[in-house]
């Protein structure tokens, strides 16, 4: 089955260090690969997505992304996380791009900076 | 640009009773989406419309959810009757077009409580 998984359901940092908020996938083919994050009583909004060619994907916000597709990993990675990065992260896949079909999304993983 | 338009936001009902959410899309965006999001889940879709004609309802529980999209704009995604376990957030969200490789623009949601 197509599947996407987010193995943390909270990630806790402090500010100004790095984060990496890790998701992995399990489709067949070449599958399009998102991130989406979602603040208190608002809607997802799209950081980054990975289609094709380079590995490393950037995004809003300072947000990066790396694909990996012998681990099929598509993990969300910041340099220097800021307190305002506080929100609910979800990593979704498009299973099959050619045929326009709509997202499988993870669990999602509470990022949560501290000052 | 607007983005995507959701009503009502909040909604409380007793289970057996109906509902109906309403979703205006970003205008000239042809591809609808309803998600369904459970508390500690990832959203699920429900349907998906191309214009005015459904690409996929494989997921919608068509003895008590319908869904429409008259005139290829506005949507409307209706509960008859209502369970405890429909209460979620239901997201509407639109795209340009249904190829994966443009991203969903996603709405506040209604959040529905059935009790």
């Known amino acids: 089955a197509q599947s996407v998984a987010q193995p943390e359901d909270q990630v806790n940092v402090a500010e100004g260090n790095p984060l990496t908020v890790k998701c992995t996938y399990s489709?067949?083919?070449?599958?399009?690969l998102f991130w989406y994050v979602q603040y208190p009583n608002r809607g997802l909004q799209f950081l980054l997505k990975?289609?094709?060619?380079?590995?490393l994907v950037k995004g809003s916000y300072g947000f990066e992304a790396e694909f990996n597709k012998s681990q099929t990993s598509f993990h969300l990675k910041k340099p220097s996380a800021l307190v305002s990065d506080s929100a609910l992260y979800f990593c979704?896949?498009?299973?099959?791009?050619?045929?326009?079909?709509?997202?499988?999304f993870g669990k999602g993983t509470t990022l949560s900076v501290s000052s | 640009e607007a983005g995507v338009a959701q009503s009502p936001r909040y909604k409380i009902i007793e289970k057996r009773q109906s509902v109906a959410f309403w979703c205006n899309p970003i205008?000239?965006?042809?591809?609808l989406y309803w998600y369904q999001q459970i508390l500690g889940q990832g959203p699920k879709l429900l349907i998906q419309?191309?214009?005015?004609?459904?690409?996929?309802d494989s997921q919608l529980p068509k003895d008590r959810f319908s869904a429409e999209r008259l005139k290829g704009v506005d949507s409307t995604l209706k509960i008859q009757p209502a369970k405890l376990e429909d209460s979620a957030v239901y997201l509407c969200?639109?795209?340009?077009?249904?190829?994966?490789?443009?991203?969903?623009?996603f709405g506040p949601g209604t959040r529905l409580t059935v009790t």
């Open positions: 969200a639109s795209s340009v077009t249904d190829r994966a490789i443009y991203e969903q623009y």
């Open positions: 489709v067949s083919g070449n599958p399009y």
């Open positions: 990975y289609i094709t060619g380079d590995n």
């Open positions: 979704a896949v498009s299973p099959l791009p050619q045929a326009g079909t709509a997202l499988i």
């Open positions: 205008s000239g965006h042809a591809t």
């Open positions: 419309f191309q214009n005015n004609g459904v690409v996929d």
